[in-house]
C-alpha cells in the first residue's frame, strides 16, 4: 500500500522543509474534475516536491492518470492520459499570480493549510479541456462544422483507445 499521505497540508512550511509526496489519490476527491468525467473510479498518482525558487515557495514534479472523460457532445467515452509535470508557485493574491514568471502556474493560498488532493487536483484540471469533445465527433460533424476544439500537443484519444482495445 501507499505511504500514509496528510489530508491537509501547509505549502509554506512543507517548502521550507523541501518535503517531498508520492502517491495515489481517488478521482473521487477530486470535486472540481466530476463534470468531465465519464469513469470517475479512477486513480491520480502523483509526485509533488515542494521547495523554495527565490522568494517563492514552489510545488514540482509530475502527476498521471489514465482518464476517461465524457465528450459533452455525444456523452461518449474520450480516454484521456495525462502525464503532467507539476509546476506551481505559491501565491496569496490574484496580483501575486500576474506576476509570476512564465514557468510557473499560480497555487492560490488563502488559508495556511489546504487538502493536498487539491494540488493534485488543480494540475488535472489544466491538463484535460474544460469542455471535453471528440476531435471528430460524429454529433457535431452531423450537427454543424464548427472549428474543432484546440487540441495540439495533446495525445490522439482515438489513438489511445485503438491501445486500449488491444
Ligand atoms: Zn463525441
Not at 489530508?7 to 476527491?29: C, M, N, T
Not at 509530475?62 to 495525462?82: F, K, N
Not at 488563502?110 to 488535472?124: A, C, H, R, T, W
Not at 471535453?132 to 465527433?137: A, L, R
Request: net charge negative.
Amino acid at each position: 500500500m501507499v505511504e500514509h499521505l496528510p489530508e491537509y497540508i501547509d505549502p509554506l512550511a512543507l517548502a521550507d522543509k523541501h518535503r517531498q509526496f508520492k502517491g495515489v489519490l481517488p478521482l473521487s476527491k477530486m470535486a472540481r474534475m466530476q463534470d468531465v468525467l465519464l469513469h470517475k473510479d479512477g486513480e491520480v498518482t502523483f509526485e509533488l516536491k515542494f521547495g523554495k525558487d527565490g522568494k517563492y515557495a514552489v510545488v514540482t514534479g509530475m502527476v498521471e492518470a489514465d482518464l476517461v472523460l465524457q465528450c459533452q457532445c455525444c456523452m461518449g467515452p474520450i480516454p484521456w492520459s495525462v502525464r503532467d509535470s507539476v509546476s506551481l508557485a505559491v501565491v496569496a493574491s490574484i496580483d501575486e499570480a500576474n506576476l509570476l514568471p512564465d514557468s510557473y502556474e499560480p497555487l492560490l493560498l488563502e488559508q495556511g493549510k489546504i487538502p493536498l488532493s487539491d494540488i493534485v487536483q488543480e494540475e488535472l484540471l489544466l491538463a484535460v479541456p474544460t469542455i471535453p469533445q471528440h476531435e471528430q465527433c460524429e454529433v457535431s460533424v452531423a450537427k454543424d462544422n464548427k472549428p474543432k476544439p484546440e487540441v495540439s500537443g495533446r495525445p490522439n484519444p482515438f489513438a489511445v483507445l485503438a491501445k486500449l482495445k488491444k
